[in-house]
């Protein structure tokens, strides 16, 4: 059977576009995802639970990263189900800020700065608090603002001594101003987590008889005939054929199918033995935020560990230019409770998020089953370097303010004996962790720009009938959770491209 529009993988960005391109009932669209499709009522505790992060191994794609600069493999989580990595994140609903625009226009690009994609942001949510000027009210993704009363105490705690060390306190993330802490806005209704699978993909839009979605099905390369795509060949080599192809399949996946397609670096896919259709810079600008857990146990008597994602502190370093807020000390429960001698922990994680480090990803072999290799390259500048650690002992400073101080029974990472710089960069290097938000291996560009993949509405250069719509278009990694931005950033191109088929 042949459509009129593939879209290959339904997590954040495939599940929108998924929901959008169908809105026309004389388009007939196919969603081929690579895992499973429940329904929304029906997703396993793994997947479902707000305070269940990460999933698990059967809704994984079991990626690690190459040891790299860290000396040490990172687990690059990403869900294999139907709502894809917003089945597993920390459900954070948070927006990147006019200044991540701003650096994307610097770069040439047009068509995303803040007052366009404000209503696209504005275009995918449902939100009660706020202003009409920040805010959306009709759309399909739920947010929630948590409150303070939302908070287990050490999380309250948490937002507390940050403010009584001179942080504002943040009304709204997703408002005018984002320097300061507050609990999380989340995508949370009654702790079930609302992946793209539940509120892009409902069952009223799943009903519609122009709509097919097809679980497991995994897709190896993108076909095309005279340097159109005109469809895909599954793993399996059964051929799908359509009149457009649009790649979702995330930050890895989106340029892994490429590369196997023939499009990506060209000495790279000739050492593999797979014929070059266009020498592009896939899988060459991977940026993603370096993260690093502090760790402590929590007293009995406040060792209360839900809701797990309770409040960020959103702020500057001392090296950040004007308007920039590059770095994240988050206070979430993400942790084994049975790691902790007390039985209770909260985790003051801090994240780098602006990173100047770019990484890679490139095929190890043109099979479809081998895992792509991802070379994350973290901390390999001394500015991000210097930027974390300070950003880690901001976290241990508040560590030690009054009233968190109070409820904590000792730090466990990295601990009392860490004291010096050295000894403090020498613990996070070795633990050093993802914020699990991989972006920018398939970027935007202007025409003029060399290292871009696709135009400002993801189609790819040197072919056509063929776009990439997920978060590895970003051009530049957002200083935030990338959840809300990838679901954006399809919304808009949803809404933009005039020829669609």
């Given at each position: 059977?042949s459509?009129?529009?593939?879209?290959?993988?339904?997590?954040?960005?495939?599940?929108v576009?998924?929901?959008?391109?169908?809105?026309?009932?004389?388009?007939?669209?196919?969603?081929?995802e690579?895992?499973?499709?429940?329904?929304?009522?029906?997703?396993?505790?793994?997947?479902?639970?707000?305070?269940?992060?990460?999933?698990?191994?059967?809704?994984?794609?079991?990626y690690?990263s190459?040891?790299?600069?860290l000396?040490?493999?990172?687990?690059?989580?990403?869900?294999?189900?139907?709502?894809?990595?917003?089945?597993?994140?920390?459900?954070?609903?948070?927006?990147?800020r006019?200044?991540?625009?701003?650096?994307?226009?610097?770069?040439?690009?047009?068509?995303?700065?803040?007052?366009?994609?404000?209503q696209?942001?504005?275009?995918?949510?449902?939100?009660?608090?706020?202003?009409?000027?920040?805010?959306?009210?009709?759309?399909?993704?739920p947010?929630?603002?948590?409150?303070?009363?939302?908070?287990?105490?050490?999380?309250?705690?948490?937002?507390?001594?940050?403010?009584?060390?001179?942080f504002?306190?943040?009304?709204?993330?997703?408002g005018?101003?984002?320097?300061?802490?507050?609990?999380?806005?989340?995508?949370?209704?009654?702790?079930?987590?609302?992946?793209?699978?539940?509120?892009?993909?409902?069952?009223?839009?799943?009903?519609?008889?122009?709509?097919?979605?097809?679980?497991?099905?995994?897709?190896?390369?993108v076909?095309f005939?005279?340097?159109?795509?005109?469809?895909?060949?599954?793993?399996?080599g059964e051929v799908?054929t359509?009149?457009?192809v649009?790649?979702?399949?995330?930050?890895?996946?989106?340029?892994?199918?490429?590369?196997?397609?023939?499009?990506?670096?060209?000495?790279?896919?000739?050492?593999?033995?797979?014929?070059?259709l266009a020498?592009?810079?896939?899988?060459?600008?991977?940026?993603?935020?370096?993260?690093?857990?502090?760790?402590?146990?929590?007293?009995?008597?406040?060792?209360?560990?839900?809701?797990?994602?309770?409040?960020?502190?959103?702020?500057?370093?001392?090296?950040?230019?004007?308007?920039?807020?590059?770095?994240?000390?988050?206070?979430?429960?993400?942790?084994?409770?049975?790691?902790?001698?007390?039985?209770?922990?909260?985790?003051?994680?801090?994240?780098?998020?602006?990173?100047?480090?770019?990484?890679?990803?490139?095929?190890?072999?043109?099979?479809?089953?081998?895992?792509?290799?991802?070379?994350?390259?973290?901390l390999?500048?001394?500015?991000?370097?210097?930027?974390?650690?300070?950003?880690?002992?901001?976290?241990?400073?508040?560590?030690?303010a009054a009233?968190?101080?109070?409820?904590?029974?000792h730090?466990?990472?990295?601990?009392?004996?860490?004291?010096?710089d050295?000894?403090?960069?020498?613990?996070?290097?070795?633990?050093?962790d993802?914020?699990?938000?991989?972006t920018?291996?398939?970027?935007?560009?202007?025409?003029?720009?060399?290292?871009?993949?696709?135009d400002?509405?993801?189609?790819?250069?040197?072919?056509?009938?063929?776009?990439?719509?997920?978060?590895?278009i970003?051009?530049?990694?957002?200083?935030?959770?990338?959840?809300?931005?990838?679901?954006?950033?399809?919304?808009?191109?949803a809404?933009?491209?005039?020829?669609?088929?």
């Amino acid at each position: 059977m042949s459509y009129d529009i593939v879209i290959v993988g339904g997590g954040s960005a495939g599940a929108v576009l998924a929901r959008r391109l169908s809105d026309n009932p004389r388009r007939r669209v196919l969603l081929l995802e690579a895992g499973p499709a429940y329904a929304p009522t029906r997703y396993p505790d793994a997947l479902a639970l707000a305070d269940r992060v990460g999933g698990d191994a059967p809704h994984d794609w079991g990626y690690k990263s190459e040891p790299g600069n860290l000396g040490h493999p990172v687990h690059a989580r990403r869900g294999k189900v139907l709502g894809g990595s917003s089945a597993v994140n920390a459900a954070v609903a948070m927006r990147a800020r006019p200044a991540d625009f701003d650096r994307w226009a610097a770069r040439g690009l047009t068509g995303w700065c803040w007052a366009e994609v404000l209503q696209s942001f504005k275009k995918l949510e449902r939100t009660d608090p706020g202003s009409d000027a920040w805010h959306g009210r009709g759309g399909p993704l739920p947010i929630q603002q948590l409150s303070m009363q939302d908070l287990t105490p050490s999380l309250r705690a948490f937002v507390d001594a940050s403010a009584g060390l001179g942080f504002a306190r943040v009304a709204d993330f997703n408002g005018a101003e984002q320097h300061g802490v507050s609990p999380y806005p989340l995508n949370v209704v009654k702790g079930v987590r609302q992946n793209t699978g539940i509120a892009y993909l409902d069952a009223e839009v799943r009903r519609r008889p122009n709509l097919e979605i097809r679980p497991d099905a995994e897709v190896d390369r993108v076909l095309f005939k005279g340097g159109a795509a005109h469809g895909v060949s599954l793993v399996g080599g059964e051929v799908i054929t359509a009149g457009e192809v649009v790649l979702s399949a995330g930050t890895y996946g989106s340029p892994a199918i490429l590369m196997r397609s023939g499009l990506g670096p060209a000495s790279d896919l000739r050492a593999l033995g797979i014929e070059v259709l266009a020498d592009l810079p896939v899988g060459q600008r991977l940026m993603d935020h370096p993260f690093y857990y502090n760790v402590y146990a929590l007293r009995p008597e406040a060792k209360a560990m839900s809701p797990v994602a309770g409040a960020i502190l959103w702020t500057h370093s001392s090296e950040a230019r004007p308007g920039e807020l590059d770095q994240h000390v988050s206070a979430t429960h993400i942790w084994d409770p049975a790691a902790s001698p007390t039985g209770g922990a909260i985790v003051l994680a801090t994240a780098l998020t602006l990173p100047e480090s770019v990484g890679s990803v490139r095929l190890a072999s043109r099979d479809p089953r081998a895992a792509p290799v991802i070379d994350f390259n973290f901390l390999a500048t001394a500015s991000d370097r210097r930027r974390l650690l300070e950003g880690v002992k901001l976290s241990r400073r508040i560590g030690r303010a009054a009233p968190f101080a109070d409820l904590v029974a000792h730090e466990m990472e990295p601990g009392a004996g860490v004291k010096t710089d050295a000894q403090l960069e020498a613990a996070l290097v070795a633990a050093l962790d993802t914020y699990q938000h991989p972006t920018s291996t398939v970027p935007m560009g202007a025409e003029s720009d060399a290292t871009a993949v696709v135009d400002w509405l993801g189609a790819v250069r040197g072919v056509s009938g063929l776009r990439v719509v997920d978060a590895s278009i970003l051009p530049e990694i957002p200083s935030v959770a990338t959840n809300l931005t990838t679901l954006m950033a399809a919304e808009h191109i949803a809404a933009r491209v005039a020829d669609w088929s």
